[in-house]
């Protein structure tokens, strides 16, 4: 019903910088709460940042406050993620994810998920 696929990662050194991009298509409409989660090797998916239909109401974890955005082109039906600062702790695979519903999204119960990229950033 509604396909994610993403864009961007790759390796970076600490401080460095990263964009990442989330295209959604099929039944967009069903896309109106998009963001990212990450997973880190042996640990649980865990709640990056999120965005609603309007880009207006934006989400992030503290642990990325003052350095992540996102953005969103609504008619473009893409999500970006510009990771500013990176810090090795930052190393994870990235998720794109997508709902109808903002705080269902931001709970990890999204009904969409993209392929993940890896995000490796090296001390």
């Known amino acids: 019903q509604v396909q994610l696929v993403q864009s961007g990662g790759g390796l970076v050194q600490a401080g460095g910088s990263l964009r990442l991009s989330c295209a959604a298509s099929g039944r967009t409409m069903r896309t109106s709460a998009m963001g990212w989660f990450r997973q880190a090797p042996g640990k649980e998916r865990e709640f990056v940042t999120s965005i609603d239909w309007s880009g207006y109401d934006t989400y992030y974890a503290d642990s990325v406050k003052g350095r992540f955005t996102i953005s969103r082109e609504t008619a473009k039906n893409t999500v970006y993620l510009q990771m500013n600062f990176l810090k090795p702790e930052d190393t994870a695979v990235y998720f794109c994810?997508?709902?109808?519903?903002?705080?269902?999204?931001?709970?990890?119960?999204?009904?969409?998920w993209g392929q993940g990229t890896q995000v490796t950033v090296s001390s």
């Open positions: 994810t997508a709902d109808v519903q903002h705080l269902r999204l931001r709970g990890g119960m999204s009904e969409y």
